[in-house]
């Protein structure tokens, strides 16, 4: 069955940082939850959308699926005032235009981030927040160039070839009926997330459209189903990330984990993420699910303070 919202009407008000700046957003959020201007990167004729709040030390906060910048929007309005808070939508998710002949894949969304961070932006230092496919694809560009990192705070995500719950979940979303209710029924941003996130914010409806109508289309869906296919068909791409982790090692590194989620914060793969970071302070969030922004934005600017504070 076809989800209900289905069709997105582009915002008429046009809320953009560079005034001369026309576009439009391609859908209404409310301006209360989300209250932030819009930039937009333009590469090869495609926009990607993002967020740039405050001043000084950059803070990078990346998302994953089936979300996009509107999940950091607590963290956003408490630190701006004290840093530079940039967090960019995927290109497919949120605000973000789909590039022709995307795969959606890791790769490629890394690929995006690096060239929003470095060409575009040209920060030079800044600190980066990673969960979910924000985990794998945030520290593939953060290894990448390690000496630009200020420090990493992880949540709830892996940066390796997955393993037990992780593999069952892809295989499982993988099956051609799970593809189906993803691409047919927006699955991830209805149903899952709105049975991942804390009551409060699954009970409010600006919350919840904000997620479901950023995937108004079969079409627009595509990226949330590649997303759980690639827990495992990226194995080989996880591996080689998992060998570059060291070069964070000498970081400061901050983890929170929504102990509500047994799949990316379950013991085992807790145990090893302290293995890899054995001196980072730890956040046990008992009443957090998987979306951690969402149910617990104050853990996260607890550790960004902290980490501001050892920089400054």
Known sequence: MENKINTQIPDPVIFNRDRNNKKQRPFIVDKTEYPFQSNWFERDGVSMHYIDEGEGIPIVLTHGNPDWSFLNRNIIK????????????????????????????????????SALLFEHLKLDKFIIVVQDWGGPTGLSVATSNPDKVLGVVISNTWAWKAEGKMVEFSMYMRTPEMQTKIIDENFFATTLMQGSINSKSSSNKAITDAYSMAFPTKESRKGTAV??????????????????????????????????????????????????????????????????????????????????????
């Open 227 to 312: 997303f759980p296919a690639e827990i495992t068909l990226a194995a080989d791409w996880l591996e080689d990330l998992e060998s570059k982790l060291n070069t964070l090692q000498d970081k400061p590194v901050e983890f929170i984990f929504g102990l509500k989620d047994d799949t990316v914060a379950s013991q085992d793969i807790q145990d090893k993420w302290r293995a890899i970071f054995p001196k980072a302070p730890v956040q046990l969030l008992p009443e957090a699910g998987h979306f951690t922004q969402e149910d617990s934005p104050e853990s996260f600017v607890f550790s960004l303070r902290r980490i501001l504070k050892n920089i400054n």
């Open 78 to 113: 408490e630190l701006s005032g004290e840093a530079r808070v940039i967090a960019y939508d995927l290109p497919g998710f949120g605000f973000s235009d789909t590039p022709a002949n995307y795969g959606f894949t890791p790769q490629e969304h890394a690929q995006w981030i």
